[in-house]
């Protein structure tokens, strides 16, 4: 399969090449972006899956629509697996991770962004770094994450 351009059309603007990774057969970006260049595509203000309040009519939709997603992923979750360990790899503000832990799942989250990673603190989210244990999880979960 050849590579594919693709375009950040909501935050950066730039562009970068998808290609197969031989090994696992799955996307990913090549080159491979650092965790400090992955930062850019996270802007620290108004970056909406990392808020936490609803303030402006457009938010408050997309936190409704974001709230409906979330009972869905978690039903798709449910024809698997009811409980156990989860990993929410690329957590956001730790919604889903929040919403899985009410149905009884043992969570840890997964972030890069450091304005994610201050909201999850204040959340008291279990956070974990790389490298990640191996066969640990009996879900891992990475939702709009690339």
């Known amino acids: 399969m050849k590579q594919l351009t693709v375009i950040d059309h909501l935050v950066s603007k730039s562009s970068f090449e998808l290609v197969v990774d031989k090994e696992t057969t799955a996307f990913k970006t090549s080159p491979e972006l650092s965790d400090s260049e992955l930062q850019k595509y996270y802007p620290k203000e108004g970056y909406a899956s990392h808020q936490t309040q609803a303030s402006s009519l457009t938010s ?7 709230q409906m997603n979330i009972r869905t992923k978690c039903k ?7 409980t ?26 997964y972030e890069t962004s450091q304005n994610a990673l201050d909201i999850l603190k204040q959340r008291q989210l279990s956070v974990v770094a ?11 979960t990475l939702w709009h994450v690339f």
């Open 60 to 66: 408050k939709i997309y936190a409704l629509v974001k």
């Open 130 to 140: 790389k490298p990640l244990q191996a066969n640990h999880y009996d879900v891992i």
């Open 76 to 82: 798709w979750i449910r024809q698997y697996a009811s």
């Open 84 to 109: 156990g360990q989860m990993l929410d790899y690329g957590t956001g503000n730790g919604d889903f991770a929040q919403s899985a832990q009410q149905q009884g799942w043992q969570v840890d989250v």
